[in-house]
């Protein structure tokens, strides 16, 4: 099972590269894979065809590569709407409403 680059200690391989070695090395038809962050529980696995799946408990958020802030921006307006009906639901503790941005 293949599972990710060299985190930047050496120059890194392709994928393709990686499963060629391995796939000559061992006699083998196909690799597997692991994407993921182990800490964070976060695994994805690929039964060598590229194409990575994901637990049910795994939050997939795609992201625009031109644009990399728009996410947290808009995770953040949703985080204010998410306030702002709290204080509509406990108005006599939360006396004012935030105002989200556009």
Known sequence: METGGMKGRRVEPSRDEVHQSLQN???LTKIHSEYGMTELLSQAY???NGR????PSMRIIPRDLEAPRLHAILRLRAFMRRLNRAADLTSSTWPTRIPVPS
Request: proline share 10%.
């Open 52 to 55: 990575f799946h994901c637990p």
């Open 46 to 48: 690929s039964q060598g």
């Open 25 to 27: 090395a061992f006699g």
